[in-house]
């Protein structure tokens, strides 16, 4: 009996099916649930990582696929590009922006590149060429708005290294053009800039309980991304400085001020950017400040 009741739980429970992108943003991805507070761990040769939370279940999909797959309901929820959204047609519902990446937290941009010692110049200059790339509606589209006729050529991967034998030009999502540079290609044009979308399957954000785990999930994810590039800081300080510190301090919000059980003196403690610190500390010390601590933020809520 107690080993039916226990998987007759286990069937009931309500889950939520997640897509982890894999690929360029699967690392990314997870570090940024872990400072969230889920952790998940991918196993190289499994589809379905495991997560922290009895609730989820979790899925590794490319994020090229991620839109259509969370439109059909095989996936109530994940994470892709707005490009992939748009490339793939979907009807998904976008809960919030997520701006990250493989390497940085700027929006990621589809560019044309043409090998940087070729005779291209300019879009125009590719009237007739091969294109390979990965968005094929988005370069058709592009080069037809622009009146150019090419022929637009679907690229399983490692799209930098085929001009010029296998294509005149590419159009590929760069971070930082490193990748590009390292083929020796170059930019010509910029077709779009994309970022990270959380989006959910539109029946999963009319369930009650699938919403308000995604929407659990939305606010933790984007604390995780308020709280890069800051962090806390705490010091001691005689009332009869406080005002120059306060001053001082390029807070985030009103700093907290409590009263310490020595008469006279107080507890600071505030939210700054940590590119201030270097800087900013060496003034508190000069104006009164002690026992000043530095201490690292993971989620941050406004």
């Not at 495991?50 to 490319?62: K, V």
């Not at 493989?102 to 291209?120: D, I, M, Q, S, Y």
């Not at 592009?142 to 399983?156: H, L, Q, R, T």
């Amino acid at each position: 009996m107690f080993v039916n009741d226990t998987l007759n739980k286990e069937e009931n429970m309500s889950k939520l099916v997640l897509g982890i992108p894999k690929g360029s943003l699967e690392n990314s991805t997870v570090e940024m649930f872990g400072k969230a507070g889920y952790k998940i761990k991918i196993n190289s040769r499994s589809y379905y990582p495991t997560i922290d939370d009895d609730e989820i279940e979790c899925m590794l999909i490319r994020a090229q696929e991620m839109a259509r797959y969370v439109e059909e309901g095989i996936l109530d929820c994940g994470l892709t590009g707005k490009d992939w959204i748009v490339e793939s047609g979907a009807d998904v519902a976008e809960i919030t922006e997520l701006v990250y990446g493989k390497v940085g937290r700027k929006p990621l941009k589809w560019v044309l590149a043409v090998p940087e010692n070729g005779p291209f110049q300019k879009p125009e200059d590719l009237e007739g060429k091969r294109i390979s790339t990965e968005a094929v509606g988005m370069t058709k589209k592009y080069f037809a708005d622009k009146g150019i006729n090419v022929n637009v050529e679907f690229s399983w991967g490692a799209t930098e290294v085929k001009p010029p034998r296998l294509a005149d030009a590419i159009v590929e999502i760069t971070e930082t053009g490193s990748s590009l540079r390292a083929n020796k290609l170059k930019i010509i044009d910029e077709l779009c800039t994309s970022t990270t979308r959380f989006i959910a399957n539109n029946e999963a954000v009319r369930d009650s309980w699938k919403k308000a785990k995604i929407d659990k999930i939305s606010l933790l994810l984007n604390s995780v991304l308020r709280a890069e590039g800051k962090v806390g800081l705490m010091l001691n300080i005689e009332n009869k400085n406080l005002h120059k510190i306060v001053n001082l301090l390029p807070a985030l919000e009103r700093p907290t001020i409590s009263p310490l059980g020595e008469e006279g003196w107080s507890a600071l403690n505030t939210i700054i950017d940590e590119s201030t610190v270097r800087d900013l500390i060496p003034e508190i010390l000069k104006n009164g400040g002690h026992g000043i601590v530095e201490y690292p933020l993971n989620k941050l809520f406004y």
